[in-house]
């Protein structure tokens, strides 16, 4: 009871300080412009013209939600075990680029009122198993996994390009930009692995292979469920 009637303080309190009112006050005060309050008109993708289009977009929304989710996952398994070592920032930075992935794709998801995959919970001790295996196996043991998933997830980004293209570049243009933008990104994580020894590992060819087969499972199954 108690819990509740803090909580409609708290409440109250963060809505008027907020208020659109209090803060076009504020702007009036010290001549600042005011900020744009309303939410943004447009997403990246369009208003569906079809249940047709619809799901085409939700099921690649999804797809590259969880695979950004999975990424994720990934790089937190590999600072578990590598966090405190030499290649420590190197990872971090490259899951830094993944968590602005996520944040956009997250936010994305909620605008279009995109239900994401019913196996994030799979992807997310998955993908944290496979960053922490692998970097168990050393500096080039994280590296070979880094070249391994973002082929993958370049790969996987170029055939929506390809695809988003054959339909209606205009249409998705937003979508298109973003896409690329972020596909560039993967592969710079692609080649940072590459640059730090993943060939060295012994074994290499077979892991890469192995963990290349498990992305295109989870690539067709998150499109799907
Ligand atoms: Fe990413
Ligand atoms: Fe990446």
Redesign the pocket.
């Known amino acids: 009871m108690q819990r509740a009637v803090f909580a409609h303080i708290a409440l109250h309190d963060w809505t008027h300080v907020f208020s659109p009112l209090r803060i076009r006050q504020c702007c009036l005060k010290h001549r600042a412009l005011p900020v744009q309050l309303s939410s943004r008109a447009y997403s990246v993708i369009p208003p569906p013209r079809d249940e047709a289009e619809k799901a085409l977009l939700h099921s690649m929304l999804r797809v590259d939600h969880a695979g950004e989710y999975g990424?994720n996952r990934i790089y937190a398994g590999q600072m578990a075990v590598l966090g405190r070592s030499q290649i420590g920032p190197l990872i971090q930075e490259?899951w830094d680029?993944?968590k602005k992935?996520l944040a956009k794709f997250n936010e994305i998801l909620a605008e279009n009122r995109v239900r994401p995959t019913l196996l994030l919970p799979l992807w997310n001790v998955a993908g944290f198993l496979l960053g922490a295996g692998t970097a168990l196996l050393g500096k080039e043991g994280a590296m070979a996994c880094?070249v391994a998933?973002?082929e993958s997830?370049s790969e996987h980004y170029n055939s929506q390009i390809r695809a988003l293209m054959e339909e209606d570049p205009d249409r998705y243009v937003e979508l298109l930009k973003l896409i690329k933008e972020f596909r560039d990104?993967?592969m710079e994580?692609?080649d940072t692995g590459l640059e730090h020894d993943a060939e060295s590992l012994p074994g290499y060819k077979l892991l890469k292979s192995a963990i290349q087969l498990g992305c295109t499972a989870a690539i067709f199954v998150s499109q799907r469920l």
């Open positions: 990424a490259m680029q993944e992935h880094t998933v973002e997830i990104d993967e994580h692609h």
